[in-house]
């Protein structure tokens, strides 16, 4: 199975848990805050085999319906990428890479977003998905370490 595959699969059978923060308790998942003041937290599955095992994973959802901050939705929109009705799904898997590659998201949100699934990096190459919980858009990720056969830098 390919790991975008093993991607599908996690977010199939361990779908993301939408609670109040206050009260939410684990260490086992990954978390990322709404605005409204719940916590989203998807819990990665144990690979079939060690060595199906991802370097990290991480989580990133917003509100789908707030409002979307003007001056990157214009900088996006200039730079070619279609953001009407998709920004957040476009914000989130752009947090997903910051996250996992560790790049500030100041830094990326001020180029173009994530559209594409994965970004390879020198070192890790990173899947994400995006999903749609009710008013909630959330994006998932896994960090891999880089296949040799792996096409040039993007990230
Ligand atoms: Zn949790």
Redesign the pocket.
Known sequence: MGRADRLARAVRDHPP?IAARAG????????SYLADGR?V???LPEPESPHDRPLAHAVDAELALQPVPPGIDARWRLAGIPTRGRFWELWCATEILAKLADVPMVLLARRAPVTCSPVVGPRVEIHHVVTRVGEVVVAHGLAWATTSEAGPAQA
């Open positions: 848990v939410h308790r684990c260490r086992a998942g990954a978390h916590v937290c998807w819990v």
